[in-house]
Nanobody, 117 residues
Framework: QVQLVESGGGLVQPGGSLRLSCGAS????????MGWYRQAPGKQRELVAT?????????ADSVKDRFTISRDNAKDTLSVYLQMNSLKPEDTAVYYC?????????WGRGTQVTVSS
């Protein structure tokens, strides 16, 4: 079992920045990669960024050069961050933290990001 808790969402003006955080606990030794996904109203959930245990990252084309994913390992917890710069109204969505294990995926409850003037 893996538990994920996100934080850091909110309302920001276009061009602004936000930093999302996700804390993972439980069987973190089994996690292969972690990532952020988002779902806008009326749209399917989409990949934003992922990072493996070795630090390899991948990004959606729409967020490259604007978003940065990073991770921090502690003894019993694992944290993943998403630094979002130059935010656009089309970035508005609920952002979900994901932990990918070989046999199962775990999801956080999501945090709302709204980009609006």
């Amino acid at each position: 079992q893996v538990q994920l808790v996100e934080s850091g969402g909110g309302l920001v003006q276009p061009g602004g920045s936000l930093r999302l955080s996700c804390g993972a606990s439980g069987s973190i030794f089994s996690i292969y990669s972690m990532g952020w996904y988002r779902q806008a109203p009326g749209k399917q959930r989409e990949l934003v960024a992922t990072i493996t245990g070795g630090g390899r990252t991948a990004y959606a084309d729409s967020v490259k050069d604007r978003f940065t994913i990073s991770r921090d390992n502690a003894k019993d917890t694992l944290s993943v961050y998403l630094q979002m710069n130059s935010l656009k109204p089309e970035d508005t969505a609920v952002y979900y933290c994901n932990a990918h294990l070989t046999i199962k995926d775990y999801w956080g409850r999501g945090t709302q990001v709204t980009v609006s003037s």
